[in-house]
């Protein structure tokens, strides 16, 4: 069926956070949220299988409106994935500009 091997898959997670975000089990303390969106987020980016940057950036986004959606009042969630969004763009660009290494 699917892969199982003591860790909890990805969309599990990511369910899981939305769940707590609409029910408002995660409190009222923003830097917890962070906290806690930027784990989800980086879990998100390493489980990825995209091949591109803009395959990152498409499934970030994703991720990201799905997050916002579950609770759109709550801003930290929304600037912690544009935060994200920027450090990629950031670090491709700086990969694009970086001289080929080698001899």
Request: hydrophobic share 45%; glycine share 10%; charged share 25%.
């Amino acid at each position: 069926m699917g892969r199982s091997h003591g860790v909890p898959s990805i969309h599990g997670a990511l369910d899981d956070f939305v769940t707590k975000l609409k029910r408002r089990q995660l409190g009222d303390n923003s830097l917890g949220l962070a906290r806690t969106t930027m784990e989800v987020l980086i879990h998100a980016v390493a489980a990825q299988q995209a091949p591109t940057v803009e395959g990152i950036i498409e499934g970030v986004r994703a991720i990201g409106k799905k997050l916002v959606d579950a609770r759109p009042l709550e801003l930290v969630v929304g600037n912690m994935v544009r935060r994200v969004l920027y450090i990629i763009r950031e670090e491709a660009e700086a990969m694009r500009d970086r001289p080929a290494a080698g001899g």
